[in-house]
């Protein structure tokens, strides 16, 4: 939260942030639908992409969803592994694809531009490897690791 603005004021911009991001996710959903993807499908793309976009990208500071485009690799590869008790290479996985398909729905809508698209994917592709690692070794601590961490 900026030091300049109460905690008051960063609610309120915070709520006008989730009012918009809730509005995107209505569209993706009827863009999700009309692809032809199964409830489950839909379901999962929304609550990871939600999960993003009201959460982490408001947790810190008020990030909009176009800043969102280059705010994945602190996602998930670091917050999202402590932070979701249930991540995993899997879920990961899973965040990278509803990511994509949200973005390249934004990209479509003229939300972000096709060099934000591109740097997302381009962040993807090149770290994510290191973030199933990271996420594998959160996993794999010992003791004396948790006491490094506390």
């Not at 690692?133 to 961490?149: A, E």
């Amino acid at each position: 939260m900026s030091e300049e603005m109460s905690y008051e004021e960063y609610e309120k911009k915070a709520d006008e942030i989730r009012e918009k991001n809730n509005e995107y996710l209505d569209g993706f959903e009827e863009h999700l639908k009309a692809k032809g993807l199964n409830a489950k499908t839909i379901d999962r793309h929304l609550f990871n992409v939600d999960f993003y976009i009201n959460n982490y990208l408001l947790y810190y500071d008020i990030e909009d969803v176009t800043q969102g485009c280059y705010g994945v690799s602190g996602f998930l590869g670091s917050w999202f592994i402590r932070k979701a008790m249930w991540s995993s290479v899997n879920s990961i996985k899973s965040n990278i694809a509803s990511l994509k398909k949200f973005y390249r729905y934004l990209l479509d809508q003229g939300v972000v531009t096709k060099e934000a698209y591109e740097s997302l994917c381009e962040d993807m592709k090149d770290n994510k490897e290191e973030w199933f690692d990271m996420v594998r070794g959160y996993y794999d601590l010992d003791d004396d690791d948790l006491d490094m961490l506390i």
